[in-house]
């Protein structure tokens, strides 16, 4: 099949960008979507012209590297999929597509479909993670965890990093990637000593990062290629909640106020 | 060059104890006037990075992805091993060792796979206490399977994504560590050599992705921690990223390749559907469990190249037109058989003419039986995951209509030689993860990747790298040495030769063309004949990649193209070190399959009495053949026998 593209091309954080327009010929039904592109890459580069860039590792859906909007929807809109795994057997011939970047404040575009998502990372620097060193801890099975709470952490924890959360939110709010730290940590007994500690560093983090608030919209979670569930929202808000009682209930123990 | 493995002697069961008290250690109140670089952020890297800035060292690590989270690790699906016998089963420490060297085909050196076995325990600890959330059972406790034809169950899993899970974890430590500062993080940031002084490495030269920025960094030890080689194949199953440069980079600075043949083939993954194709996808080995392989008996059936299909609908063939060749061949462990012989007898078909998808590259992984004995829920409850992922990408519904299937280069045992320190023949560079050659010899087990990365990481290198600092002790520290700006120098030269050719071809032509090559002639079974013919064929590819490529833009700024065709160049000239290896191999070994060297019935066959030994290959120009230098392996507790899975 044949298909025209057009794609937002930009040369760095500081050029203003533009749309061009690219034929994709000859594509077959079982490619993936980033295959037809390095089909249209190649042609460029074989010209001797700048391909156009976008970021992608692993080809699988597990990475979280790739993704940008096709026609406004993050990684294409196609149900718990990421662009990667995204094929071509979803379009037909003669589709007309228009492909841009995460389009966030705090996501800054590097170049082209690239945006820079070191935001996230700050966000989990703040406060994401349990504080044990490495070396001989107790026994793993010392500690009993239940199915349902285990299953409940790894629900949160699937979340792949990619950024389509922000991407959807008409606030370009982190809500769901950071809540779905603070849940699957949160939940576990391993990470309750830090658990409010740790919601309020990362909400900090992510407030600082110029990320919008949530006003309940659930794009995040429908765009979600891994499927994350708007509870962890819930999970994160009553978090904070808690936090400011019971730091306030240790600042008074330790003689302030 | 005398190869010393430096693993202690006597009692194997104390070895790494003993050890562990004999190295030396650094005072904690210099720990700080140590520096050392970490490339790579996967399980072995940012495992490392993080357990070296608890202790007390400024770490500087790097990778060319945008986080330290994607490391290709990630993908990672069906588990790690660990000998906790919390099933009661019978596993225990030296079960484990035993399985791996047997495993490996006697290919491993002994003392660092006990350690490794050894060492399997605490890991699943540490990363409990991260908070991995391991599958459990009701009760709490966590959950095991048996994975890959073990007898026992050892393998711990989080749904299809262990990988993910650890990764994860790794990385969360890593980033409590750039908190705190013990760790400076440098993302998007692609290491392009290494630069030694005084014949002990001491810092590495960067590219910045982003800017294009050519950087030195100065340490007191380099870790390498840069993953493995399977893209040499241009199609595998490993990350677009995946490339040989840093390890080959030392190769040429003098750091020796270990065992370059030997590498893996994932028997389960989904097969090639067009020439466009740009990587494989696995689907996890434990699909063998309840699928049944099969192939049509009538060739006709299978592939159509003129019609481009099947010539009939595998629901259409009758129970007696369908040859389930594993359980033909291997009545006892039938479609569990390891992942080799898995393999090559899936090749055979095909070669046969029996294949079912494009350019007859398949067979038929069925689950017809399962469903009819389980129903489709259970097997849904099982692998729903994994259907849900295949219909993703073929479209086709493994509930409908059988899988389809085929290897794919999926891990690689070689790597940069090492030893028990994980230190290279190169003072002060230490090697981990898969990256080195040290734990798998020949092949791999399922589930033991995982383990080797986070054994090497967490456990391993944090003290054996100790013992090498407090030899050499805090020493002053420059980029400015004539060593840095030599190497800066090389490196800018071949940037702008890169730039400058201005060709006609694109860089993943050369690499699919390479892959190809490597693929049809040092992939699941390798000849003479064929390895003869890589050796005349990858320099001619190599010297029209340097006359004929095609990199647009500038190098001072993001160029996906110029980091692509700096990594095919290194793959150009690593393959041929790959093929002669392969070829001077003359046996049948775990991955490392010579056509020459089999039994009547197609077995393996391997010769202890001339190749027991791990091949290191020293670099000496391009083109030019490298030296052969050996280790040999001496087997004192497992006693080298024949595998057999009949
Ligand atoms: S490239 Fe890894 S998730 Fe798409």
């Given amino acids: 099949m044949n298909l025209t593209l057009h794609v937002w091309r930009q040369k760095g954080p500081n050029d203003p960008g533009r749309f061009e327009t690219y034929p994709a010929t000859g594509i077959s039904e079982h490619m993936s979507f980033l295959e037809m592109l390095d089909t249209v890459n190649e042609k460029l580069e074989a010209e001797g012209k700048e391909p156009i860039v976008f970021e992608h590792d692993c080809r699988e859906g597990i990475c979280g590297c790739c993704g940008f909007m096709i026609d406004g929807k993050a990684h294409g809109g196609q149900h718990k999929t990421t662009v990667c795994q995204l094929h071509m057997r979803s379009f037909k011939d003669g589709d007309e597509l228009t492909l841009e970047p995460w389009r966030a404040q705090a996501f800054p575009v590097i170049k082209d479909l690239m945006v820079d998502r070191s935001a996230f990372d700050r966000i989990i620097q703040s406060g994401g993670y349990v504080s044990v060193r490495s070396g001989s801890p107790q026994d793993a099975n010392a500690i009993l965890i239940g199915k349902e709470v285990a299953d409940r952490a790894f629900d949160a924890a699937a979340c792949i990093g990619c950024g389509a959360c922000v991407a959807s939110c008409p606030n370009a709010a982190a809500m769901l990637f950071t809540g779905a730290k603070i849940t699957h940590l949160g939940v576990l007994p391993q990470g309750a000593p830090e658990r409010f500690r740790r919601v309020q560093a990362m909400t900090t983090q992510m407030d600082m990062e110029g990320f919008g608030y949530c006003t309940n919209h659930g794009e995040c979670s429908a765009y979600c290629p891994k499927g994350i569930s708007l509870d962890v929202i819930a999970r994160m808000n009553q978090d904070l909640l808690l936090a400011q009682v019971v730091t306030r209930d240790e600042v008074r123990r330790e003689g302030g106020e | ?646």
């Fill in chain 2, 1 to 646: 060059m005398i190869l010393e493995s430096k693993a202690p002697k006597g009692d194997i069961q104390t070895a790494w104890d003993r050890h562990k008290f004999d190295v030396k250690m650094v005072n904690p109140a210099n720990k700080r006037k140590y520096t050392v670089i970490v490339v790579g952020t996967g399980l072995a890297g940012a495992s490392a990075a993080a357990s070296l800035g608890e202790l007390g060292y400024n770490v500087l690590n790097f990778a060319f992805q945008d986080s330290a989270r994607r490391a290709h690790s990630i993908a990672a699906q069906g588990g790690i091993n660990a000998a906790k016998n919390y099933q009661g089963d019978g596993d225990s420490i030296y079960r484990l060792f035993y399985d791996t060297v047997k495993g490996g085909d006697f290919r491993a050196r002994e003392e660092n796979v006990y350690r490794l076995a050894q060492v399997s325990v605490n890991i699943i600890d540490q990363a409990v206490a991260q908070g991995v959330p391991f599958a459990r059972e009701y009760g709490g406790l966590l959950a095991n399977r048996s994975f890959g034809g073990a007898l026992v169950s050892r393998t711990f899993y989080a749904q299809g994504q262990t990988g993910q899970q650890l990764l994860i974890g790794a990385y969360q430590a890593l980033m409590r560590q750039v908190n705190d500062g013990k760790v400076k993080l440098f993302t998007r940031t692609e290491m392009l050599d290494l630069v030694i002084q005084d014949g002990h490495a001491r810092g590495i030269i960067t590219r910045n992705l982003v800017s294009g920025k050519v950087e030195r960094w100065v340490a007191d030890a380099v870790v390498l921690a840069t993953g493995g080689y399977s893209n040499v194949f241009f199609l595998s199953t490993n990350a677009m990223g995946c490339n040989v440069t840093s390890t080959w980079r030392a190769a040429r600075r003098g750091a020796l390749f270990a065992n370059p043949c030997y590498t893996q083939i994932h028997p389960t993954c989904i097969p090639v559907s067009g020439g466009y194709q740009s990587k494989l996808t696995l689907m996890s080995e434990s699909l063998r469990n309840d699928g049944r392989v099969w192939a049509p008996k009538n060739p006709a059936d299978g592939w159509d190249s003129s019609k481009g299909k099947v010539g009939k609908d595998p629901r259409q063939i009758p129970e007696a037109e369908r040859d389930y060749f594993l359980e033909r061949r291997y009545p006892t462990f039938g479609n569990l058989v390891p992942r080799d012989v898995a393999s090559r007898a899936a090749k055979k078909a095909c070669d046969d003419g029996q294949g079912i998808a494009y350019e007859g590259r398949g067979v038929y992984l069925d689950f017809g039986d399962a469903i009819q004995r389980l129903g489709k829920d259970a097997v849904g409850e099982r692998y729903g995951n994994l259907f849900e992922m295949y219909e993703r990408i073929t479209g086709d519904s493994p509930y409908e209509t059988p899988m389809r299937i085929y290897p794919a280069p999926h891990y690689t045992m070689g790597g940069l030689w090492v030893d028990y320190n994980l230190q290279s023949n190169v003072p002060g560079l230490f090697v981990i993860g898969e990256a080195n050659f040290s734990d798998h010899g020949a092949n791999r087990l399922g589930a033991s990747a995982l383990m080797q990365g986070l054994s090497d990481g967490y456990f391993v290198l944090p003290y054996t790298i100790g013992h090498y600092l407090a030899q050499v002790g805090p020493r002053g520290k420059s980029t400015e040495w004539d060593s840095f700006k030599q190497v800066e120098g090389e490196v800018t030269e071949r940037t702008d030769k890169l730039m400058s050719i201005k060709g006609k071809r694109s860089v993943d032509s050369f690499h699919r063309e390479l892959g190809l090559l490597m693929w049809e002639h040092c992939g699941m079974a390798r000849n003479a004949k064929g390895l003869s013919l890589l050796l005349q064929e990858i320099p001619r590819i190599r010297a029209e990649f340097w006359e004929n490529v095609s990199v647009p833009g500038t190098p001072g700024e993001l160029n996906q193209v110029l980091e692509r065709a700096g990594r095919v160049a290194d793959f150009l000239e690593f393959a041929e070190m790959m093929a002669l290896d392969a070829l001077e191999r003359e046996e049948s070994c775990g991955g490392h399959f010579r056509e020459e060297h089999q039994s009547a019935e197609g077995e393996a066959e391997r010769d202890d009495e001339k190749f027991q030994y791990v091949a290191a290959w020293e670099f000496k120009g391009v083109g030019v053949r490298p030296e052969l230098h050996k280790e040999a392996l001496d087997f004192r507790y497992v006693k080298p026998s024949k595998r057999s899975y009949k």
